[in-house]
């Protein structure tokens, strides 16, 4: 059973940056045709796909992001990082890596992260 | 960006109620449709893939139905475990989107 684990801090400042890290268990990050992926649901507002890695090391990323966004691979270690640059209090949210399986026909997040809240603020 | 559009917002419903939300796409995304629920403090779980897909091991309670633009889900009869919020997304192409969500609690 694959299963996703985020870390990172809890708290980061106004304009610094993001750091988190999905480690993955259960399973080899390289194994089969998957996406590896960040989510976001800031309070009270809905999901936002934030961008995604292959283990060739391709990434895509929101556009609404784009500019602030790094995601990467570390596949000795099985596991894959986000960071998000000169945060702001409206990238306050709860953080999910999941997976995304686009193995066949179908599309979709099948193993998710228990999710990790980082606050911004000073 | 692809706009899903989700309603209701929030849902009230008695224990063996026939529950419906639906979904509309800002434009035609075929089949490209997953529903998700997540339950409070914890991660989304799929439920339905493909629109009308029912994941392995969801309870057969659960259906999806649509295509094109438009789309449903529905819960045949409320279970007290069914209190969540719903997300409806879409894969037809990047950035992916989700619905605003639809908060379901028991009367």
């Known amino acids: 059973q694959v299963q996703l684990q985020e870390s990172g801090p809890g708290l980061v400042k106004p304009s610094q940056t993001l750091s988190l890290t999905c480690n993955v268990s259960?399973?080899?990050?390289?194994?089969?045709?998957?996406?590896w992926s960040w989510i976001r649901r800031p309070a009270g507002g809905g999901l936002e796909w934030i961008g995604r890695?292959?283990?060739?090391?391709?990434?895509n990323y929101n556009p609404s992001l784009k500019s602030r966004v790094t995601i990467s691979v570390d596949t000795s270690k099985n596991q894959f990082s986000l960071t998000l640059s000169s945060v702001t209090a409206a990238d306050t949210a709860v953080y999910y890596c999941?997976?995304?399986?686009?193995?066949?026909?179908?599309?979709?997040?099948?193993?998710w992260g228990q999710g990790t809240l980082v606050t911004v603020s000073s | 960006d692809i706009q899903m559009t989700q309603s209701p917002s929030s849902l009230s419903a008695s224990v063996g109620d026939r529950v419906t939300i639906t979904c509309q796409a800002s434009q035609d995304i075929t089949n490209y449709l997953n529903w998700y629920q997540q339950k409070p403090g914890k991660a989304p779980k799929l439920l339905i893939y493909?629109?009308?897909n029912l994941e392995t091991g969801v309870p057969s309670r659960f259906s999806g139905s649509g295509s094109g633009t438009d789309f449903t889900f529905t819960i045949s009869s409320l279970q007290p475990e069914d209190i969540a919020t719903y997300y409806c997304q879409h894969y037809d192409n990047l950035p992916y989107t989700f619905g605003q969500g639809t908060k379901l609690e028991i009367k």
């Open positions: 493909d629109a009308s």
């Open positions: 259960g399973g080899s990050i390289r194994s089969g045709t998957y996406f």
């Open positions: 890695i292959y283990t060739s090391g391709s990434t």
């Open positions: 999941a997976r995304e399986d686009s193995t066949g026909y179908y599309d979709y997040f099948d193993y």
